[in-house]
C-alpha cells in the first residue's frame, strides 16, 4: 500500500560533480543524525548480545577462566544429560502452550464483545489492569494460595469438607504449575487485547454493510468473512507478542528455583546456570535454544499471517 | 393489515430475543469484569486496612475505617533497615523517568528518520527491528550483563537505563504511526525554511503525541514493575528498586510487616494504572497503527 518509490529523486537535483562523499551526505546526512542515538544503543544493547550469545554457547565461559571453543559440547550436554533442561523446556511448552494460546484468544474474544458493548473504556481498563499490576500482585497470590488453613482457597475447600488438611500450594508439585498457568491467564489480556481493540474500532463499516447485502447471515459469519481479514494485521501483532511472552515466561509463584524444579522454565534455567552458578557458557546454549524457537515460531506466524504484498511491489521496481 | 400484523409481531418477537441475549451477555461480562477486577481491588483497598482489619479472619472484602497508617508504617518503620523505603522510591522514580524519557526521544527521532528522511540499508533495518520483536528478552540477559560489565556501567543507574532505551517496539510503533504524516506537510516547512531539527521538534513530535503518549505508558509499566534488572545489574542493595523491596518484605513473612507490604503493593500497582487511564485515548488511537503487514 505505502510504497517507498518516491524516495529515489531527491538526490537528482543534485550536480554530478559533487563528490560521492557530499553526495552521500545530502542524501543520508540527516537521517542517520536523526536515526544514530537509536542505532548505536540498538546494536550495542540488542544485536551484539544475540550474536555474543551465540559465540559463548560453543565455550565453557565461567566469568574466571578465558573461554574455551568447546564445539556443540554444551548442546550436548543440554539435550542428552540435562534433565533440568528437558523439565524447563516441557514446562515452558506446558505452562507458555496453554496460558499462551488461551490468553490470545481471550484477548481477542474479549476485545470482540467489548467493541460492541455500552461502557468500552470501563471494560478495556478492566480486562487489561491485570497485565499491568505487576509484582504488587503477590499480596493477594499469597492470600488466596496460602498454605495454612486461614489461606482463602483451602478455608473454602476445608469448609466445603473437601479436604482435611490443608494444602500446602506454594511446595506442593502437583499445583505450582497449574496455578501459574492461571496467574499468568488471568494477566493475560495485555498488549494484544490492547491493539485487538484498536484494530476493532476502526473497521471499515461499509465492508460489513456489503457483507450483509452479499449474504451474511449472523454474526459469526461477519466475524469470520468480514471482520478478521481487517484486522489481519493485528491479529499478527498480538500473535508475536504472544509467542515472545509465553515462550519468555517466568514462574512467578512457587520460588526459584521451584521444589524440584518442577515450574522450572527456560527463563528460569538461564537464570539458574546464568546467575546462580555463573556458567556463562552453558546459559548462552540455553538463550539460544529459547532465540531460535521464538524467532522460529514467529516466523512461521508470520509466513501465515502476514498480506505478503511486498513481493509484487519488489518485482514491479525490479523490472523498471 | 394481516400481514402487516405478522410482520410488527415478528419484529417485536425478535427485540425481545435481542434483549434477553443482550442482558445474558451483559451480565456474563459484568461477571467476568468481577472476577478480573477483584484481585486488584482487594490488593489496592488491603493498603487502608486498619491492623485489625489486616488480621482478621475470615478476612473483609472492603475497608471499613480506612487508614493511612500502612504508609506511615512503610515510610517511617522501615525507615530502620538497612536501606530506607524511600531510597527505593527515589531509585524507582529516577530511573523510570530516565528510561521513558530516553525511549521517548530515541524512538521518536529514529522513527520520524526512517519513515520520512533517508536512512541508508534502512529496509535491512527496519527487518532487524522486527525480529527484535520476536524473542524474550531473557535471550540477550547474559550477554547483556557481560557488556555492562565490560562498558563499567555495572552497579550505576545507567545499567538499568541505557540498555532498555533503544526498544525495538518503540522504534517500530514511531515508524508505523510516523507513515501517516503527510509528506506535503514537510516540504511546505522546508520551503519556508524551517531547519530539520525544528520539523522534527514542531511538526512531527505534536503529530507523534499520541504515539509518544503510548510509548510512555508501555515504558513507565515496563520499567517500574522490572525486578529482575536491578537485582542482575545491580549489588548495591541502596542502587535497587522497588519490586525488589517488595519480594524482600513478602518474603519474610512477619505479620507487623502486612501493613506496610499492603501498601507497598499499592505503590507499585497504583501509578501504572492511573497512567494508563490518563492516556487511555491516545493509547486507543495508537495501538491501531501497531499491526504488523
Known amino acids: 500500500m505505502k510504497t517507498s518509490t518516491i524516495k529515489a529523486p531527491a538526490t537528482k537535483a543534485s550536480s554530478p560533480k559533487k563528490s560521492w562523499i557530499k553526495r552521500w551526505i545530502q542524501k543520508y546526512g540527516m537521517g542517520s543524525l536523526f536515526f544514530m542515538p537509536f542505532f548505536i544503543l540498538f546494536v550495542l544493547f540488542t544485536i551484539v548480545p544475540v550474536l555474543i550469545g551465540m559465540a559463548m554457547s560453543f565455550t565453557n565461559y565461567d566469568m574466571l577462566m578465558t573461554p574455551k571453543f568447546i564445539g556443540l559440547d554444551n548442546y550436548k550436554?543440554?539435550?542428552?544429560?540435562?534433565?533440568?533442561?528437558?523439565?524447563?523446556?516441557?514446562?515452558?511448552?506446558?505452562?507458555?502452550?496453554?496460558?499462551?494460546?488461551?490468553?490470545?484468544?481471550?484477548?481477542?474474544l474479549f476485545a470482540w464483545i467489548i467493541n460492541n458493548m455500552k461502557m468500552k473504556k470501563l471494560f478495556t481498563v478492566i480486562f487489561y489492569a491485570p497485565s499491568i499490576a505487576g509484582s504488587g500482585m503477590v499480596v493477594i497470590w499469597d492470600y488466596l494460595f496460602s498454605g495454612d488453613r486461614y489461606g482463602f482457597i483451602n478455608n473454602l475447600l476445608i469448609n466445603a469438607g473437601l479436604i482435611q488438611s490443608p494444602i500446602i500450594w506454594n511446595a506442593d508439585t502437583d499445583f505450582i504449575v497449574p496455578i501459574n498457568i492461571l496467574i499468568l491467564v488471568w494477566g493475560s489480556m495485555g498488549t494484544g487485547f490492547l491493539v485487538f481493540m484498536a484494530g476493532l474500532q476502526n473497521l471499515d463499516p461499509q465492508l460489513s454493510e456489503s457483507g450483509r447485502i452479499?449474504?451474511?447471515?449472523?454474526?459469526?459469519?461477519?466475524?469470520?468473512?468480514?471482520?478478521?481479514?481487517?484486522?489481519?494485521?493485528?491479529?499478527?501483532?498480538?500473535?508475536?507478542?504472544?509467542?515472545?511472552?509465553?515462550?519468555?515466561?517466568?514462574?512467578s509463584f512457587g520460588g526459584f528455583p521451584s521444589p524440584n524444579y518442577v515450574a522450572h522454565t527456560l527463563a528460569a534455567h538461564i537464570q539458574d546456570y546464568g546467575f546462580l552458578r555463573f556458567e556463562m557458557g552453558y546459559a548462552s546454549a540455553v538463550s539460544m535454544v529459547l532465540f531460535f524457537l521464538s524467532f522460529g515460531l514467529g516466523q512461521v506466524v508470520i509466513r501465515l499471517l502476514s498480506e505478503r504484498e511486498e513481493k509484487p511491489v519488489r518485482k514491479r521496481r525490479a523490472r523498471g | 393489515m394481516v400481514e402487516k400484523g405478522i410482520k410488527i409481531k415478528i419484529r417485536h418477537r425478535d427485540a425481545v430475543r435481542l434483549n434477553f441475549s443482550k442482558i445474558l451477555l451483559y451480565a456474563a461480562m459484568i461477571g467476568l469484569a468481577c472476577i478480573m477486577a477483584l484481585p486488584l481491588v482487594y490488593?489496592?483497598?488491603?493498603?487502608?486496612?486498619?491492623?485489625?482489619?489486616?488480621?482478621?479472619?475470615?478476612?473483609?472484602?472492603?475497608?471499613?475505617?480506612?487508614?493511612?497508617?500502612?504508609?506511615?508504617?512503610?515510610?517511617?518503620?522501615?525507615?530502620?533497615?538497612?536501606?530506607?523505603?524511600?531510597?527505593?522510591?527515589?531509585?524507582?522514580?529516577?530511573?523510570?523517568?530516565?528510561?521513558?524519557?530516553?525511549?521517548?526521544?530515541?524512538?521518536?527521532?529514529?522513527?520520524?528518520?526512517?519513515?520520512?528522511?533517508?536512512?541508508?540499508?534502512?529496509?535491512?533495518?527496519?527487518?532487524?527491528?522486527?525480529?527484535?520483536m520476536t524473542f524474550p528478552g531473557n535471550?540477550?540477559?547474559?550477554?547483556?550483563?557481560?557488556?555492562?560489565?565490560?562498558?563499567?556501567?555495572?552497579?550505576?543507574?545507567?545499567?538499568?537505563?541505557?540498555?532498555?532505551?533503544?526498544?525495538?517496539?518503540?522504534?517500530?510503533?514511531?515508524k508505523q504511526f510516523c507513515d501517516q504524516l503527510p509528506k506535503p506537510l514537510l516540504e511546505a516547512a522546508r520551503i519556508d525554511g524551517a531547519g530539520e531539527f525544528s520539523i522534527y521538534m514542531k511538526i512531527a513530535l505534536p503529530f507523534l503525541r499520541p504515539a509518544w503518549a503510548t510509548l510512555l505508558v508501555f515504558t513507565f509499566t515496563a520499567c517500574w514493575n522490572d525486578g529482575a534488572a536491578s537485582l542482575i545489574y545491580i549489588s548495591d542493595q541502596s542502587l535497587r528498586l522497588l519490586p525488589v523491596m517488595l519480594t524482600a518484605i513478602s518474603e519474610n513473612t512477619n505479620l507487623a510487616r502486612a501493613g506496610a507490604l499492603a501498601a507497598a503493593s499499592f505503590i507499585i500497582m497504583a501509578p501504572s494504572l492511573i497512567i494508563f487511564i490518563l492516556q487511555q485515548r491516545r493509547v486507543m488511537a495508537t495501538m491501531a497503527h501497531s499491526g504488523i503487514k
Not at chain 1, 489481519?232 to 511472552?245: M, R, W
Not at chain 2, 538497612?82 to 522514580?93: E, G, K
Not at chain 2, 530511573?95 to 520520524?112: E, F, P
Not at chain 2, 552497579?155 to 541505557?162: C, E, F, S
Request: without cysteine.
Open chain 2, 139 to 174: 535471550v540477550i540477559q547474559i550477554p547483556l550483563y557481560m557488556i555492562i560489565k565490560w562498558l563499567g556501567l555495572y552497579n550505576t543507574y545507567a545499567a538499568l537505563i541505557v540498555p532498555k532505551i533503544a526498544g525495538a517496539y518503540g522504534m517500530f510503533l514511531m
Open chain 1, 77 to 108: 550436554n543440554l539435550f542428552i544429560f540435562d534433565e533440568n533442561f528437558a523439565k524447563a523446556l516441557q514446562n515452558t511448552f506446558i505452562i507458555g502452550g496453554i496460558a499462551g494460546p488461551v490468553g490470545y484468544l481471550a484477548s481477542f
Open chain 2, 43 to 132: 490488593v489496592l483497598g488491603t493498603a487502608f486496612k486498619p491492623i485489625d482489619e489486616l488480621l482478621k479472619f475470615p478476612p473483609v472484602f472492603f475497608v471499613k475505617k480506612p487508614t493511612l497508617s500502612n504508609f506511615s508504617q512503610l515510610f517511617l518503620a522501615l525507615d530502620s533497615s538497612t536501606v530506607p523505603f524511600l531510597r527505593y522510591l527515589f531509585n524507582s522514580v529516577l530511573v523510570t523517568a530516565l528510561a521513558v524519557l530516553g525511549t521517548i526521544v530515541v524512538a521518536t527521532m529514529g522513527g520520524y528518520a526512517m519513515s520520512k528522511l533517508t536512512v541508508p540499508f534502512s529496509k535491512v533495518l527496519f527487518t532487524l527491528v522486527i525480529i527484535a
Open chain 1, 214 to 251: 452479499d449474504g451474511i447471515r449472523n454474526v459469526f459469519q461477519e466475524l469470520w468473512f468480514i471482520t478478521l481479514p481487517q484486522v489481519k494485521p493485528q491479529l499478527l501483532y498480538g500473535a508475536i507478542n504472544t509467542i515472545v511472552v509465553s515462550l519468555g515466561v517466568f514462574p
